[in-house]
């Protein structure tokens, strides 16, 4: 089994340049790192696959030996679709990340900035002095009650429809 060294060279450089540019800001570079990871792997596994032989079907005077492994192949095709799935939910976020900033570069977030600015890892979440969990304070327990109120008010109504007897036209009159 012998390796060609010009694939051996061309997959570590497409494995560099791709890390390379997933390390940036961009995301459009962020898809093309991907892209070149993703081909450098398929290049991985032709590669790993050894050399080149007959088609693996069973016939007269074909020796398994002879045969080509069917498997790697399998395993590229199955990579490509992977790679093809993962790079268009990329460019979904790229395009909604420009449609909404008019920007494809990330911006720090607040907890990166002071997770990079402490000394001691992640800082500690501070406690608010208020017992509620939600944004909106006591208005959200407000109409939580109500809500409750009305659906308490809305079993009741249809309890009391159902105690009453059904009333006909002949007695109205």
């Known amino acids: ?23 940036e800001r961009s995301m459009t570079r962020v898809l093309l790192g991907f892209l070149l990871v993703g081909n450098a792997t398929n290049l991985l596994i032709l590669i790993m696959a050894g050399k080149a032989g007959l088609a693996p079907i069973v016939g007269d005077g074909v020796d398994a030996s002879e045969m080509t492994d069917p498997l790697p192949e399998a395993l590229i095709l199955t990579a490509i679709v992977i790679t093809f799935g993962v790079s268009a939910f990329l460019m979904a976020l790229i395009y909604r990340s420009w449609r909404l900033e008019k920007d494809d570069d990330l911006d720090d977030d607040v907890d990166d900035v002071a997770m990079r600015e402490s ?36 079993e009741q109504a249809a309890a009391d429809y159902a105690d009453t007897p059904p009333t006909t036209g002949k007695e109205q009159s």
Do not use: H
């Not at 089994?1 to 390390?23: D, F, H, K, Q, T």
């Open 119 to 154: 000394e001691g890892g992640v800082p500690a979440e501070e406690l608010s002095s208020v017992s509620s969990d939600t944004e909106f304070g006591t208005r959200a327990e407000a109409a939580v009650s109500e809500a409750r109120d009305l659906e308490k008010q809305d």
């Open 1 to 23: 089994m012998s390796i060609s060294l010009v694939l051996l060279v061309l997959m570590a450089v497409m494995y560099a340049a791709g890390v390379y540019l997933m390390l």
